[in-house]
């Protein structure tokens, strides 16, 4: 996945602009809100509060990641398709863990375990 403009827009859309439809694709697929905490709260170390808060304040992906308290350390385990590229394989470290998260989002709405998405 090359740099570039798309990038940056992607760099600077709000997390809440996008939350809802993670909500909406995992419940379709019968999974919960609280499901997908986790597995935000798994990936970036955000407390529920602190998601609240980047959710109020409409905080853009860059700043999400760039603040998340902690990123797991297993995220290397994280792996496979997503958007067409292989997330092991990109090469730009924000767009790599945007999409991580689209990744793990797949897998809740898929079906897979928690324990597996967890990477347990």
Avoid at 46 to 63: H, M, Q, R, S
Avoid at 66 to 72: D, G, I, R, T, V
């Amino acid at each position: 996945m090359k740099p570039g403009a798309n990038y940056d827009r992607i760099f600077k859309m709000a997390f809440a602009s996008v939350y809802p439809h993670y909500v909406t694709k995992v419940e379709k697929k019968g999974r919960t809100k609280e499901e997908l905490h986790t597995v935000i709260h798994w990936l970036t170390g955000y407390t529920e509060k602190g998601l609240a808060t980047v959710l109020e304040k409409k905080t853009d992906f860059e700043t999400f990641f760039a603040k998340a308290p902690k990123l797991n350390p297993n995220v290397g385990l994280i792996t496979g398709v997503i958007c067409g590229y292989r997330v092991e394989e990109i090469e730009d470290p924000l767009m790599q863990k945007i999409r991580y998260l689209d990744k793990l989002v797949d897998e809740l709405a898929k079906g897979k375990k928690m324990e597996s998405i967890l990477r347990k």
